[in-house]
């Protein structure tokens, strides 16, 4: 764990409307999941430069599993070998990868990868990219409980640990594209106080500049954490002349 990270935001990505953007082409839902991992190489090329420490990307749900089997088979195709041939490419980076979520449902040899791309990539230190595959909040809030009655201790930030697996910070944005305006189980304990920005970009059309969009739209609002707005702006202030703290208040 690279405390760099946590003094940087965390930006959590629903990477939605993939297969509605090949239909609207006349292209199969396959295609536009091979687009949308073009997008999500633009998105971690652009993160770092804008102040982005930690990316959470969603590119599978535990109710994803639903979905024919044939889409399912390409999606994990999909990851398999994207892992594969970009791993080397994310070491050049500085990108220290992370797969969230349950692994004993994948398949072996993309369980295999992931081990490889963890391990090849601990040492990055630019951006931590968490990608959240067979994810469900709601499973791993679930799980973290289930250690909290086995004796661990009971406070927030170590329930933050349990649930997140590791120490980060909590979500400070969501975006989700394609127009849906929804969370659908993802990092829900983390967003508590998480700004959310929609927009109406299907997944593969997202660019860098569409993360600057949401980043400024975020730079707009106040975050006020239960306070009054003059509270609020005071301690924006004094932000400014304190070191950063590890953990969003
Ligand atoms: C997001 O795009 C990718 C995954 C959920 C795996 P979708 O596949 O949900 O695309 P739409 O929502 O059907 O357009
Ligand atoms: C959420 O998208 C999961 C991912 C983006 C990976 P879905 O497209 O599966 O969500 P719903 O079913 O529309 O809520
Ligand atoms: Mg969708």
Aim: aromatic share 6%; no cysteine; glycine share 8%.
């Amino acid at each position: 764990m690279q405390t760099s990270f946590l003094s940087k935001l965390h930006v959590g990505v629903i990477m939605d409307g993939n297969g509605r953007w090949a239909t609207q082409q006349g292209l199969p839902r396959g295609l536009g999941h091979e687009a949308g991992v073009d997008a999500t190489r633009r998105v971690m090329e652009a993160a770092p430069g804008m102040g982005v420490g930690t990316l959470t990307l969603f590119a599978f749900s535990s109710d994803n599993w639903r979905r024919p089997d044939e889409e399912v088979a390409t999606l994990m195709h999909l990851l398999e070998i994207y892992l594969r041939s970009e791993t080397h490419q994310l070491v050049e980076k500085g990108i220290r990868l992370n797969l969230i979520g349950r692994r004993d449902r994948l398949p072996p040899g993309l369980r295999e990868e992931i081990d490889r791309a963890e391990a090849m990539t601990a040492a990055g230190d630019r951006l931590h990219v968490r990608l959240a595959v067979d994810y469900s909040a709601r499973d791993a809030i679930l799980a973290a409980a289930a250690r909290i009655s086995a004796g661990e201790d009971l406070t927030r930030p170590g329930f933050s640990r349990l649930v997140s697996g590791d120490i980060v910070r909590d979500v400070d944005l969501v975006i989700r594209t394609s127009g849906e305006q929804r969370l659908s189980d993802f990092m829900l304990w983390e967003s508590a106080y998480a700004e959310l920005f929609f927009t109406q970009r299907m997944w593969p059309d997202f660019t860098g500049e569409d993360l600057a969009e949401a980043l400024a739209a975020f730079g707009g609002r106040q975050r006020r954490f239960g306070t009054t707005p003059s509270q609020a702006a005071l301690k924006v202030a004094a932000a400014h002349t304190m070191p950063a703290q590890p953990v969003a208040a």
